[in-house]
């Protein structure tokens, strides 16, 4: 079955530093997200783009990220100074042409502000 | 998206059947009734949905209330690998793209 791959799976980077969260989503999919889950609490939306566009954002994505599909495969999420509360796991997910179908999930990079 | 409410936690003794129930009482003609679930250090992952009747696949059976007011994801022989969060979540076809995760009911199951 096809996957959402995900790397790095786990980060550790110093506070201020750029990070650079890199998802492969299923090969025919149009529809690309990321979620964040910090410990012990639920999981968040972010942010999702489509046709090359962001097409909804929530509040937490505010200037410090970005996202890209640079080459028509890779689809990646970049916190440009990060802070301590980044600190958290970040899903990739995907999904095919029409609202309603299915959303499939990456196992996740886990991002540790130090 | 419309508002689910699920029971913080649940136990199960492995190898029985384990009924989640969902309320969502103020659910709109065009919802559709997902649940997903996440196993401990995972992502999400897809269970099942349904609109007005029930649904079975592979991995559990969907019970839909006549009045679509309320729902139960039925796991029908429960394994320690079942153990996880499962979400409830309303989505509109038309007009939602993203999912919004709520808390979940954290089903734990007894060896």
């Known amino acids: 079955e096809p996957e959402v791959t995900q790397t790095p799976s786990h980060q550790v980077t110093q506070m201020g530093q750029e990070v650079i969260l890199r998802c492969v989503p299923i090969s025919n999919h149009l529809y690309f997200y990321w979620y964040r889950q910090i410990l012990g609490q639920k999981v968040e939306f972010l942010v999702s783009f489509y046709n090359n566009e962001i097409s909804e954002k929530s509040e937490i994505f505010d200037d410090q990220f970005s996202v890209e599909r640079p080459d028509g495969s890779n689809f990646t999420l970049k916190i440009r100074s990060t802070k301590l509360e980044d600190s958290a796991m970040y899903f990739c997910?995907?999904?095919?042409?029409?609202?309603?179908?299915?959303?499939?999930f990456g196992e996740g990079s886990w991002l540790t502000v130090v | 998206d419309a508002k689910t409410t699920q029971p913080n936690s649940m136990e199960s003794n492995e190898e029985e059947p384990v009924h989640l129930p969902c309320n969502h009482s103020t659910i709109s003609g065009t919802d559709y009734i997902h649940w997903y679930r996440q196993l401990p250090s995972q992502g999400p992952e897809y269970v099942i949905h349904g609109l007005t009747s029930n649904v079975n696949n592979r991995m559990a059976s969907l019970a839909i209330a006549e009045d679509r007011k309320s729902s139960t994801l039925i796991l029908h022989r429960a394994t320690l690998r079942d153990a996880a969060v499962y979400y409830c979540i309303l989505r509109d076809v038309w007009r939602d793209d993203k999912i919004i995760f709520g808390k979940g009911t954290r089903l734990h199951i007894l060896p």
């Open positions: 997910a995907s999904r095919r042409e029409y609202s309603g179908n299915t959303i499939y």
